[in-house]
């Protein structure tokens, strides 16, 4: 008899470099997909505003957080995603989380927020995302305990999960 294994302990967790950027990228055109599906551009076209939206967003990225903790997924060997999560000193900010389309709904990013949570219970501090009004994601967050804590504009809001709070004797 085989035993399964989880897909959990096939999870790891590797800095991002300069060799991941091609993969990086083609994330980034899965999660605009959707919305890039109802416009008029040419394949062209989309190739280039990803492209540029991609380097964009990945430079405002890398000058305005600390990067020693933006993270490829991985589950066996396989890049599944990004996790950039920057440490503040009265929060952990989850910079970015997504993940390629068939690892979606499949319980990981749960998973991957989980282990956040219990690092924000040792360091008693809330952990904080910025997540598009209409992002399907938003869901997740409520389920797993994040409360708006404010509108950023007029496309994201700030939510937030806050540690348990310790009593003291």
Known sequence: MTEVVSWREKISLRRFKDDDLGFLEA???SIREPELAMSDFSDEEKQSFIKGQFTAQHSHYCNGYRTEHFYVIYV?????????????????????????????????GSYLLSNLFLEAEKLK??????VERHNPARRLYERLGFELKGAHDEVYLLMEWKPREVSTI
């Open 27 to 29: 994330l980034y055109a």
């Open 76 to 108: 066996s060997e396989q890049r599944v995603g990004r996790l950039f999560v920057d440490y503040w000193d009265k929060e952990i900010r989850i910079v970015d989380i997504a993940l390629m389309p068939a690892f979606r709904q499949l319980g990981l």
């Open 125 to 130: 501090v809330p952990v904080t995302i910025h």
